[in-house]
């Protein structure tokens, strides 16, 4: 079989643009991205966080603007959540920060609802409006608990008791 340079130049290409889409499709996974960091600096305290992960995205109308941080204990040892929003952003006092969940056992994320105050809030400021994550495996252990509590019986309602037929 003969050596054909123009076959070789192909499959050298072919070789090439495989490396450079794993690169990039890498690179994308990995979350890694060339733009600077947003400039608004915000932080939110939870008391239940539910997996939420660092480099999650920060959203406002399904829109992302920003991603977590950093995420730590406060003094009080509640979930401090460090967010890092586009500083083109101006958003009220009053805003309230979410955690919620993309679909049912999806991946959570940080939902803010911008309020109706007139002073905005700067980089470094805390959102004291906040909502804990809602932990599934919690509400369905309340709700087995909730049922079997005190055993079957305690928690049936009694129906109150008729007699139909004769009395004699």
Do not use: C
Not at 36 to 62: C, M, N, W, Y
Request: net charge negative.
């Amino acid at each position: 079989m003969d050596r054909s340079p123009l076959r070789d130049f192909f499959v050298g290409l072919f070789v090439l643009a495989a490396l450079a889409s794993i690169a990039y499709l890498s690179i994308s996974i990995g979350g890694f991205t060339w733009r600077q960091h947003g400039g608004l600096e915000l932080s939110a305290g939870f008391d239940e966080i539910g997996g939420l992960t660092v480099r999650a995205p920060v959203v406002i109308a399904g829109v992302r603007v920003g991603e977590i941080s950093d995420i730590s204990l406060d003094s009080n040892y509640r979930a401090l959540v460090q967010m890092d929003l586009d500083s083109a952003l101006k958003l009220p006092t009053d805003t309230s920060a979410s955690i919620v969940t993309s679909g049912v056992l999806g991946d959570r994320y940080v939902e803010l609802q911008p309020g109706g105050e007139d002073t905005m809030l700067k980089s470094g400021d805390r959102i004291t409006f906040t909502e804990s994550a809602v932990i599934l495996e919690r509400l369905i252990g309340q709700l087995v608990y909730g049922i079997t509590k005190g055993g079957a019986s305690d928690n049936k309602p009694q129906l109150p008791t008729t007699r139909t037929g004769n009395t004699q």
